[in-house]
């Protein structure tokens, strides 16, 4: 690696000596082409010398495991200690989908860093997202090269479509009520998001994490590259949303699905006159996009299938 990580470090000595630019609680550490955002009371040096150089550089010192995720991100759980516990965190290096993408990134924002402004925003909202621990860009000449995020992890937690999937009536009732209280809870939390103007960029049930904590759920909002918060929500970006959230392909009964609007429209009632007719499209779109999501997913399967048998 180049000396661009024992450069960040002696930046963050002599920014502590001269005054530190802290926003949110983050301090922003520059050095030569590496510019990071790091959390004020993560002071590991060495972490942080080795971050400018990526996974190579992390995986000398960190077990870093791969997370499955989509072909633009790489995502890395591995554990730190700071603040005198040990953290379980994840590292997540945003990959550039095309030349154009990278190009459009000299004038806007990188991925990272608008996931990182939407984490903040949701936060002053009062909706979580993971801990941010250090948002990471490195440009030469201007041209982005490489862009990522430090999280906490969101211990306890599962994606809402596992908790909300399996048959009910393998369920007793003290799991088929928490179940239920889940689905009401989540339904009042996206109807406060909208409420507010905010719009998650996708909403589908393996975005969410949820965890039940002192008698109630907590939902924790991920991939919030393309969150963000308008003066009043567009019916299209709101029916977007309520079909992503509906994409659970078992275990959601026509029942369950009738309790998160209750509970959302409890939160939107501006929506209270014409409530029939938003529950009848979004219903029949979300059953349309289930099916299509079904076919493409036994397509898949049969291809694998085939590429296995002919290797074979």
């Known amino acids: 690696m180049d000396n661009t990580g024992d450069s960040v470090v002696q930046s ?12 949110h609680g983050f301090v922003t550490i520059r050095s030569g082409a590496c510019t990071l955002r790091v959390r004020s009371d993560l002071q590991e040096a060495e972490f942080l010398k080795l971050l400018p ?6 995986g000398k010192r960190y077990a870093l495991e791969r997370i499955e995720s989509a072909p633009t991100s790489r995502v890395f759980r591995f554990s730190i200690s700071f603040g005198g516990a040990d953290r379980v965190a994840y590292y997540k290096e945003y990959v550039s989908r095309s030349m154009w993408d990278a190009v459009k990134h000299v004038v806007r924002a990188s991925r990272a860093r608008r996931a990182f402004r939407a984490s903040i925003m949701l936060a002053e909202h009062g909706i979580r997202a993971p801990e941010i621990l250090v948002l990471g860009e490195v440009r030469r000449a201007l041209m982005p090269q490489r862009c990522f995020l430090v999280t906490v ?6 994606p809402v479509y596992i908790l909300m999937g399996g048959n009910s009536s393998d369920l007793d009732l003290a799991e088929l009520r928490r179940k239920r209280d889940l689905i ?12 507010r103007g905010i719009v998650h960029g996708d909403l589908r049930p393996g975005n969410i994490l949820a965890r039940y904590k002192e008698g109630q759920w907590q939902f924790y909002f991920l991939d919030n590259e393309r969150t963000w918060r308008l003066p009043w929500l567009p019916a299209r970006l709101r029916r977007k949303n309520l079909v992503q959230v509906g994409m659970v392909p078992g275990g959601v009964s026509r029942t369950d699905r009738f309790r998160f609007w209750r509970a959302y429209l409890a939160e939107c009632p501006r929506l209270q006159q014409r409530h029939k007719r938003w529950a009848r499209q979004i219903y029949a779109r979300t059953i349309i996009r289930l099916a299509k999501c079904k076919r493409r997913d036994a397509e898949e399967a049969a291809r694998r299938s ?3 048998s002919s290797s074979s």
Do not use: F, K, P, Y
């Open 153 to 158: 992890a969101v211990l306890a937690s599962e």
């Open 306 to 308: 085939g590429q296995a």
């Open 184 to 195: 009401r809870t989540l339904g009042r939390t996206i109807g406060q998001m909208h409420r």
């Open 12 to 23: 963050m000595a002599a920014q502590t000596d001269c005054g530190q630019e802290v926003n």
């Open 53 to 58: 150089g990526g996974e190579a550089e992390l």
